[in-house]
């Protein structure tokens, strides 16, 4: 099985920074698409940003020049250092890939379990 574990989320002021990590464990063949996405309350889920395994990124116009997602390969991790926080940005962040477990498989999008992110103002 897969497994995508999210670190890094906390409260913090409005203004600050923080950086959330995401590692994925388990049987891995190939990991395609990288990405992050998050819930406030009461609202549905957003996507974030995401990155290829070639390293192109896409964000959400809210977070343009403000967040920045990255991935390492070689752990099987990708990363969104979020910068400028506002109040608007706190939700449940989660963090998704796209991914193959063998190579009879296809491809498909495993979640975390979500990791809170509160900014106060």
């Known amino acids: 099985q897969v497994q995508l574990v999210e670190s890094g989320g906390g409260l913090v002021q409005a203004g600050g920074s923080l950086r959330l990590s995401c590692a994925a464990s388990?049987?891995?063949?190939?990991?395609?698409?990288m990405g992050w996405y998050r819930q406030a309350p009461g609202k549905q889920r957003d996507l974030v940003a995401t990155?290829?395994?070639?390293?192109?990124?896409n964000y959400a116009d809210s977070v343009k020049g403000r967040f920045t997602i990255s991935r390492d390969n070689a752990k099987n991790t990708v990363y969104l250092q979020m910068n400028g926080l506002k109040s608007e940005d706190t939700a449940v962040y989660y963090c998704n890939a796209n991914i193959r477990t063998s190579r009879y498989s296809f491809a498909m999008d495993y979640w975390g379990k979500g990791t809170l992110v509160t900014v106060s103002s």
């Open positions: 388990g049987r891995i063949f190939t990991i395609n698409d």
């Open positions: 990155i290829t395994s070639g390293g192109t990124t």
